[in-house]
Structures are given as C-alpha cells and as structure tokens.
C-alpha cells in the first residue's frame, strides 16, 4: 500500500488556507493509504517562537487536526520531535544537499525577508528536514499546498543524489499531491499574497478558531473591488481578490468555482460576502465545539499522540538506522 506522509507547523492556529489546501484533503486518505501526519515543531522554531506558546500551539494543532477529522485509529499521528529519526537522517541529508539547491528555494528567500545574515541556519536547511521527514518512512505521496511543490522538487534531488552517490536504490522518488480548487488560498487583504499562520496581520486570515462575529468582520472587510461577479471563471483573470473569495466559497461547499459564478454572477461583493460567511460559519462551528472539547482533557490528548510517536517510530527508526549503515556509521553494538 502507498504510504502518505505530510506535516505541519505548529507556529499559529491553522488557517483557512492550511485547512482547504492541505488538512481537508487529508482526511480521505486514512482510508485509502497508510497514512502518516505530523505536527512538525522542530521546523517551527526556524524562526523565533516563545516556549509556551510553542508548546500550547503544538498541542491546539494535534487537537485542531483531529478535529478536522484525522482519527488517531485510522492514520499515525504524531509531533516530529517525538521521533528522533528525523533529526538523524536530516543531518545526513544536509551532507547530501548542495548549497546552490538551497540558494533557490524561494520560501527561504520570503521567510528571511531583506536581512538574510540574521537567518537562522535552520530556516536554510529547512528543505532537508522535510526530505527526512517524508523519506524515514519511504512514503511516496505528499498531500500539500501549491506552496510546497519546490520543496519535494529538492527531496526528490536529494533522494536521487543519495541513492546515486552510495550506490543504492534505497530512497523511493515522492509524488506530490497538489489538490483541488483551493491548493492555494489567499490573503484577505492582498490577493497576490498567499493567507499565512504568520502574516502580521490577522485580518488577512480565517482562523480556524475564529467565531462568527470574526469571520463577519473579516470577510466583509476583504479586499475587493467594485466590479459585481463576472458570469464565468474568465472573467475572474486579473481579479485576484474575487477569485480568491470565489474558490474559497467553491472549496467550502464542495463545488466548481463556474457553479459558483452560475449561482452568484451579477451580485456585488456585498450580498455575495454576506454568503460566504454563513457558508464558513456553518462548516467551521462544529470543527471549533471539536478543538475545544479535545483541549478540555490534555492528558488524553496526550496519549493518543504518544500512540502515534510510537507507531510512527518503529517505521521510521529502521529505515533511519539503514541509511546510516549505507552512509558507513559503525553501529552501536
Ligand atoms: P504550514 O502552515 O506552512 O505548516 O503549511 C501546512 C500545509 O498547509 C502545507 O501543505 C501548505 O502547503 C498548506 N498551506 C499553507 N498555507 C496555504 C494557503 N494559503 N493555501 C493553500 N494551502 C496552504
Ligand atoms: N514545510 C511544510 C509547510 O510549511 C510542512 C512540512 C514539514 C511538511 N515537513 C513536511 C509537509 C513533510 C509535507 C511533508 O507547509
């Protein structure tokens, strides 16, 4: 069976964008493949994050995913640190990667912004740490956001140097899985930009844990312009804002953005917004009454996440443990 493997940060609350491009598309999966999910936060402290705020926020993240329906019984779930694995063969992994690879990743360029000298060196190898994370369990489909393509490009490259270099075929090559009309969601303030756990501003995300006066008070102030709704998807061309909120009524409601624009077209933003935030409304108040009845009792949180380090460690350690034996690492006898 096809293993799937994907991750994400616990450096804020899921955002809108984090669930429709990356967390919804996974839930399907735990039928399907075997299934592997992880809160990655050791790449969350790439940048700068407070202790407890860290620790809360990996735990919110656990329970937000489940929420979402990620069921501890069907797929491994899990937090990155838990599982030493990762770390191990990423530090093989940053002796395989070339640093003319890592010059062009472009999440690296937008992350270090104008003063890339006070990156941290963990932000650079970053790329290397995802490969590791996916490739200690020879998985070989990825379900992500639009945003990671690059990244399992370089993965890809690394399994193929490694494999050629010692003369094995021991990684396998990763597929990514970049799905459905929402694989790239925007910022509510700037349609060019893509909505981020870490943009500055709040008003430019849905946060899954927004409540219904949050979401009303930021979709009607989205950015827009005065055009009403085109009648067909061509006319959504150079209109970044209305695409946007149009593929998010799409995706939330299961549909084609055309059928949106079949319902909608002709309407202002107005009317049209005062939709879009019954439809999130609706969707995301039982996901938010979930998130909260899981952070009532942490200890059984707790558990159900210590289950999924372990499954997820007896993968991942002997796949590790042969790397390093390929790489020439005397074993620990
Ligand atoms: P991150 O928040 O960077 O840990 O991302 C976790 C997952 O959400 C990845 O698969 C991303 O590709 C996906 N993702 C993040 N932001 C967006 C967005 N604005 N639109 C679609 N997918 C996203
Ligand atoms: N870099 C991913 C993001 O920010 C998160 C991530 C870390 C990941 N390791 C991964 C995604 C492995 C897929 C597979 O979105």
């Not at 969350?44 to 979402?68: F, G, Y």
């Not at 159900?304 to 005397?330: K, M, N, S, T, Y």
Request: glycine residues 6%.
């Amino acid at each position: 069976m096809t293993r799937v493997f994907s991750g994400i940060q616990p450096s804020g609350v899921p955002t809108l964008g984090n669930y429709l491009g990356a967390i919804r598309n996974w839930v399907p999966m735990q039928d399907t493949h075997e299934s592997i999910f992880c809160v990655v936060d050791l790449h969350a402290i790439t940048v700068w994050q407070d202790p407890k705020e860290l620790a809360r926020q990996t735990r919110e993240m656990a329970a937000a995913l489940i929420a979402c329906g990620l069921d501890p019984k069907r797929c491994t779930l899990f937090i990155q640190s838990h599982v030493h694995a990762h770390t191990r063969l990423a530090w093989i992994f940053n002796c395989v990667a070339r640093l003319g690879w890592l010059n062009r990743m472009t999440q690296f360029k937008d992350k270090a912004g104008k003063d890339r000298e006070a990156a941290s060196s963990g932000l650079y190898v970053y790329p290397n740490l995802m490969a590791a994370d996916i490739l200690t369990y020879h998985a070989t489909m990825v379900p992500v956001g639009d945003d990671q393509r690059q990244h399992l490009e370089l993965a890809n490259d690394i399994a193929e140097k490694f494999n050629h270099d010692y003369g094995v075929d021991f990684f396998p090559r990763i597929e990514p899985l970049i799905q459905g009309v929402a694989a790239r969601v925007m910022s509510l303030r700037d349609g060019t930009k893509k909505m981020s756990k870490s943009d500055p501003s709040d008003q430019s995300r849905i946060n899954l844990t927004d409540d219904h006066d949050a979401i009303a008070l930021k979709i009607r102030r989205a950015k827009t312009d005065p055009e009403p709704l085109p009648d067909h998807v061509s006319g959504l061309e150079a209109r970044p804002e209305a695409r946007n909120l149009v593929g998010i009524l799409a995706a939330i409601t299961g549909t084609m953005p055309e059928n949106v624009l079949r319902e909608h077209g002709g309407k202002g933003f107005g009317a049209f917004k005062e939709v879009l935030v019954e439809a999130l409304v609706g969707h995301l108040t039982p996901i938010q009454r979930e998130i909260t009845r899981l952070l009532d009792d942490p200890a059984a949180l707790d558990a159900q996440l210590r289950l999924g380090a372990d499954r997820a460690e007896a993968i991942a350690a002997p796949i590790c443990a042969r790397a390093e034996g390929i790489v020439g690492f005397l074993p620990r006898r």
